[in-house]
């Protein structure tokens, strides 16, 4: 459900960097900035290091507050070494102030040396999400996702145990992520699904991924994609930096502008460990692009493979 949609180039007065976007009701309760924050990148750069710098995370995640974002995407598999998001967001903001939606997920798991484990089975669901609940120092989790792991679904039990947990009060609304239609159905068929986290980019998107947002859109479901800038070199593409060029910004804060112009329902969780890209990353929610902007051509064949000569967002009005 989306909530105090103001239009991205003219945010009410007063309103804080992170909403300049607009707000969105997930669940229809639980009203949230649209530029949130993703916070896998503060433990350590890539999966396999280096470790992150404790005390620039904790600057980072106060910052980000600061700046009105009241949506934070972690998980326990989240961690480098003895660095773990959960730790890091509880150093940095417990006790939370009111209005902070903090999700997380559970399915895969890592091990200590960082090896990625079999999907959980309900046993080990419930298991790591009151891992999560002691690791937040929360009472109960704002949005949990089931991640899937190829063609694994919610079935087996899965879901049914987030869904359980859910009546007991451990957990306000659910989520699906990694998710194919198939997917989401069955889960739908067991519980509300309250957002869903898959891959979505200017360099990721497909006519899968098109729909899925649409069909998000349409039941009031948020959309938040994982990897929004779209991985390593997708910034370097020229057609891109030059309508960064254009605007006197930076390519990334381009492409989030982008995902946050393709649907309202669509959430940006964008991370990073440095103040300076996250004031950069907060800075694209007020960023408006218009239709010349949006027609960027086959972007070095992203675009095309989509079957389509432009990237089809929605120009500032």
């Not at 903001?93 to 089975?121: E, M, N, Q």
């Amino acid at each position: 459900m989306i909530t105090d949609a103001h239009a991205p180039h003219d945010p009410a007065p007063g309103t804080p960097p992170a909403s300049a976007a607009g707000r969105f009701a997930i669940g229809g309760d639980l009203s949230v900035a649209r530029m949130g924050f993703g916070a896998m990148r503060l433990p350590g750069r890539t999966w396999e290091g280096p470790a992150g710098d404790p005390e620039a995370a904790v600057a980072v995640l106060r910052r980000a507050v600061e700046l009105g974002v009241d949506h934070i995407d972690t998980a326990a598999f989240y961690f480098y070494a003895d660095l773990s998001a959960n730790a890091l967001i509880r150093r940095a903001l417990h006790p939370y102030r009111d209005g902070l939606v903090i999700a997380t997920k559970v399915g895969p798991d890592r091990s200590p040396d960082h090896a990625w484990l079999a999907p959980a089975d309900p046993a080990k669901i419930k298991a790591d999400v009151h891992r999560n609940l002691r690791e937040l120092g929360v009472d109960h989790v704002d949005l949990v996702y089931l991640r899937f792991l190829g063609q694994d679904g919610p079935g087996e039990g899965r879901f049914e145990a987030l869904a359980a947990l859910r009546e007991q009060g451990l957990i306000r609304h659910l989520g699906v992520s990694n998710a194919t239609a198939g997917q989401l159905a069955e889960a739908q068929r067991i519980a509300p699904v309250a957002a869903v986290q898959n891959r979505f980019s200017p360099a990721s998107r497909d006519a899968e991924a098109d729909a899925m947002v649409e069909r998000c859109a349409r039941q009031g479901i948020a959309f938040v994609p994982y990897f929004p800038l779209g991985g390593a070199g997708a910034s370097d593409v020229a057609a891109l930096r030059r309508v960064a060029d254009r605007h006197g910004v930076s390519a990334a804060q381009v492409t989030l502008a982008w995902s946050l112009s393709v649907s309202p329902a669509v959430l940006a969780i964008p991370g990073t460990s440095s103040l300076a890209h996250l004031e950069e990353n907060v800075a694209a929610a007020a960023l408006t692009l218009g239709a010349d902007d949006l027609v960027w051509g086959v972007w070095e064949g992203q675009a095309g493979r989509a079957g389509r000569a432009d990237l089809g967002g929605r120009a500032a009005s």
